[in-house]
């Protein structure tokens, strides 16, 4: 079991950025697909972005596409946050999946941090 601990959450105002970072430890990471998930009050958990073992592949929630980067260095997982708006303040997740599959349903992925709370004021 991978043990994973997200950081970089705040309170930031429209239009400004964020880096969350999510280190990953426990086994052997670098098989694992990585992934950013996040739920805001009363709503259910969503995909955000997700990244294959060699990095070599990405994909988004249309939401957050051309202002969320996803990337992977060794025992770590980023999500760049540029344009941010009040509509994407919410607990932020990082998963992992031991088999190295992408997938944007949560109930996918076996493994998570405790999340990083992130708040974008108007």
């Known amino acids: 079991q991978v043990q994973l601990v997200e950081s970089g959450g705040g309170l930031v105002q429209t239009g400004d950025s964020l880096r969350l970072s999510c280190s990953a430890s426990?086994?052997?990471?670098?098989?694992?697909?990585m992934g950013w998930f996040r739920q805001a009050p009363g709503k259910e958990r969503e995909f955000v972005a997700a990244?294959?073992?060699?990095?070599?592949y990405t994909t988004y929630a249309d939401s957050v596409k051309g202002r969320f980067t996803i990337s992977r260095d060794n025992a770590m997982v980023y999500l760049q946050m540029n344009s941010l708006k009040p509509e994407d303040t919410a607990v932020y997740y990082c998963?992992?999946?031991?088999?190295?599959?992408?997938?944007?349903?949560?109930?996918?992925?076996?493994?998570w941090g405790q999340g990083t709370q992130v708040t974008v004021s108007s």
């Open positions: 998963a992992a999946r031991s088999d190295g599959t992408v997938f944007t349903t949560s109930s996918r992925w076996g493994s």
């Open positions: 990244i294959s073992t060699s990095g070599g």
């Open positions: 426990g086994r052997t990471f670098s098989a694992d697909a």
